[in-house]
Structure formats: C-alpha cells, structure tokens
C-alpha cells in the first residue's frame, strides 16, 4: 500500500521524509476494502521506520 501512496509521504523543508499522511492513507485503505482498524495500528509503525530508514540515509551521505 505504501509503495502506491508516494504523494502521501510528508517530505520536510529540507527534502527528508518526517512522517505518513495517516489520515489520508486510512482514507485510500477504505475505498481499497482494507482492514482500516489493523492499518491504523500498523501504519505508525511503518512510519517510524521510514522516517528513521531516510534520516539514516542522509546521515551516510
């Protein structure tokens, strides 16, 4: 779901990932049919590892 959804990634002023548009990732989950109330409990989740996966990503460069 997520690798579909790249306008609902918040990008910060300096071009690095800072979070999900949950609610508008819920949003896409309902009209797709899927579990809403599983997705809002596991997408947090995948947020904080992209958030920590891109700050490492800029750390290395």
Same mark, same amino acid.
């Given at each position: ?8 990634? &918040?990008?910060?002023? &300096? ?6 548009? !949950?609610?508008?990732? !819920?949003?896409? @989950?309902? @009209? !797709?049919?899927?579990?809403?109330? !599983?997705?809002? &409990?596991?997408?947090?989740? @995948?947020? &904080? ?13």
């Amino acid at each position: 779901m997520l690798t579909g959804a790249i306008g609902a990634i &918040r990008i910060g002023p &300096r071009g690095g990932i800072t979070g999900l548009d !949950l609610p508008a990732l !819920l949003i896409q @989950a309902q @009209a !797709l049919g899927y579990d809403q109330p !599983l997705l809002a &409990r596991l997408l947090p989740f @995948a947020e &904080r590892g992209m958030v920590a996966g891109a700050a490492k990503l800029v750390a290395e460069q």
